[in-house]
């Protein structure tokens, strides 16, 4: 009976996803291709950031796209996460608080033109809406993959890409699905210079 349960969950989360990807606008996620292909093309750096499992992502999306985009040498996207040097985080959650965590690192390394993406479902993380504030005093060019309402954050970013499901766990699932798609197109379709 157990068994039969899990079963019938497992069915339902899967519907669940399948028709948040199939009932969805990809116009905002070929945009984001198309920023990132340039970034790669111009060296630009791109930034990303999350808390939580969207900041698991976040370091799983960098990974994706520092190494496979084209097997040349030197041809990946300069592409960091926020949230991968533990003592940075907690160095700027100690001294400036939580909220700053991804602020003072951009203000440090971003510079004119480079990109910021941002997950989170609920589109509310103080320290995300400020990291976008950083951002836009660096004049970044911003991307929020977004669940829920898509909250402050829908409105603030450049390009936002948002699933409207109130659910965090696809919503997570739902930011992973962008980046692979981004990176299997680009992987597939990026032609040296």
């Known amino acids: 009976m157990t068994t039969d349960k899990m079963i019938a969950h497992c069915k339902d989360y899967a519907q669940r996803l399948h028709d948040a990807a199939m009932d969805f606008d990809y116009t905002p996620v070929a945009t984001l291709a198309e920023e990132l292909t340039q970034c790669l093309e111009d060296g630009r750096q791109v930034f990303i950031c999350g808390n939580g499992g969207s900041g698991a992502n976040a370091v799983h999306i960098a990974n994706d796209f520092l190494y496979p985009i084209t097997k040349e ?6 592409i960091q996460a926020l949230t991968a040097n533990s003592a940075v985080v907690t160095c700027l959650a100690n001294d400036e608080g939580y909220d700053e965590i991804f602020a003072y ?89």
């Open 73 to 78: 040498y030197g041809k990946g996207i300069n």
């Open 105 to 193: 690192q951009l203000g440090v390394q971003a510079n004119d033109g480079d990109v910021l993406i941002v997950l989170s479902g609920s589109g509310n993380s103080p320290n995300i809406v400020r990291a976008l504030e950083a951002a836009k005093d660096k004049n970044m060019k911003t991307c929020g993959i977004l669940g829920f309402s898509g909250g402050k954050v829908k409105d603030m970013v450049d390009t936002p890409i948002h699933f409207a499901i109130d659910d965090m766990q696809i919503s997570e699932d739902l930011q992973m699905m962008v980046a692979n798609m981004i990176m299997q197109w680009m992987h597939t379709h990026y032609k040296k210079a």
